[in-house]
């Protein structure tokens, strides 16, 4: 399944934040150079589904706030069972 997110890095903590709209937005400490925040993204995303981390890549908007992530290994509903309600 494929997941649409807007990323904060540079925040104080590593926290999935809630809904803003159709993306998830979630927060990282690293910042946003040399693929930090991303691998960031993944290690928050892949704790709070209970997935290994090589289960959770984002696969489209690496230089951008706005990113798509793949979650292998969920269908839809258990990945929004997972996450904060909207």
């Known amino acids: 399944m494929r ?45 709070v589904l209970e997935l290994p981390k090589e289960r959770v890549v984002i696969v489209a908007g690496h230089a951008s706030a706005r990113k798509t992530v793949e979650i292998n290994g969920l269908d839809e509903y258990e990945v929004r069972t997972r996450l904060p309600p909207r």
């Open 3 to 47: 997941l649409l997110i807007k990323v904060v890095p540079k925040s104080s903590r590593n926290a999935v934040a809630g809904w803003v709209g159709e993306a998830l937005k979630i927060c990282v400490k690293e910042p946003p150079e040399k693929g930090r925040a991303n691998k960031a993204v993944e290690a928050v995303l892949s704790e």
